[in-house]
């Protein structure tokens, strides 16, 4: 199975300030089409998560265009350019590259200092 | 809008089983693979299972093998996961899921079931 190591595992960032969470792969994400199954999800406290980043770097509709999402091959990036206080909670990334089973990483924690 | 309606949770022994069941409204179920994915207490995302839009196949994870079955009836939109001999570590919040790594600007997740394996 393929697995995503995310770091950090906590994030306190300060309102307005920018932040970045990595996400490595035990294996490429490339899959024989081309295409590159690398997605972020976001869960806010109490929720379900939400998909905010899709194929590496599309954002889905109604995701602010703060968050941005790049990389390539086994390395990939989620960034906020401003955190604002709605973007607390817990960050995950996830393959649909190489499945079953699709793998999530371990999670990120973010809040507010 | 799309919806995903997870039921069926609830408190059950150790070698109990439980059926949890989602109603999916608002977009074409029959056309989508579905999944469940899991969240133990204070842990991370773990997908259970998936099946094909038409029923065809089925995918678990391993630890579940043998002991899960998921299956849909497109006819209601109905979603189900049959568990069965429950362990103490399948305890967490179950969630229904559209997950489709390739789907643009579709992916939905139900508001989750609970359950817990204790005695």
């Known amino acids: 199975d393929v697995v995503l190591a995310q770091s950090p595992l906590s994030l306190p960032v300060t309102l307005g300030q920018p932040a970045s969470i990595s996400c490595r792969s035990s294996?490429?994400?490339?899959?024989?089409?081309?295409?590159?199954?690398l997605s972020w999800f976001q869960q806010r406290p109490g929720q379900s998560p939400r998909r905010l980043i899709y194929?590496?770097?599309n954002r889905d509709s109604g995701v602010p265009d703060r968050f941005s999402g790049s990389g390539s091959g086994t390395d990939f990036t989620l960034k906020i350019s401003r955190v604002e206080a709605e973007d607390v909670g817990v960050y995950y990334c996830?393959?649909?590259?190489?499945?079953?089973?699709?793998?999530f990483g371990q999670g990120t924690r973010l809040e507010i200092k | 809008q799309v919806q995903l309606v997870e039921s069926g949770g609830g408190v059950v022994q150790p070698g109990g089983s439980l059926r949890l069941s989602c109603v999916a409204s608002?977009?074409?179920?029959?056309?989508?693979?579905m999944h469940w994915v899991r969240q133990a207490p204070g842990k991370g995302l773990e997908w259970v299972a998936f099946?094909?839009?038409?029923?065809?196949?089925?995918y678990y994870v391993e630890s579940v093998k043998g002991r899960f079955t998921i299956s849909r009836d497109n006819s209601m939109n109905t979603l189900d996961l049959q568990m069965n001999s429950l362990r103490p570590e399948d305890t967490a919040v179950y969630y229904c899921?559209?997950?489709?790594?390739?789907?643009?600007?579709?992916?939905?997740w139900g508001q989750g079931t609970r359950v817990t394996v204790a005695s």
């Open positions: 899921a559209t997950l489709c790594a390739s789907c643009h600007n579709f992916d939905h």
């Open positions: 608002g977009f074409s179920f029959r056309n989508y693979g």
């Open positions: 099946i094909q839009y038409d029923g065809s196949y089925e």
């Open positions: 294996q490429s994400l490339v899959h024989s089409n081309g295409n590159t199954y």
């Open positions: 194929e590496v770097s």
């Open positions: 996830m393959q649909g590259t190489h499945w079953p089973p699709p793998t």
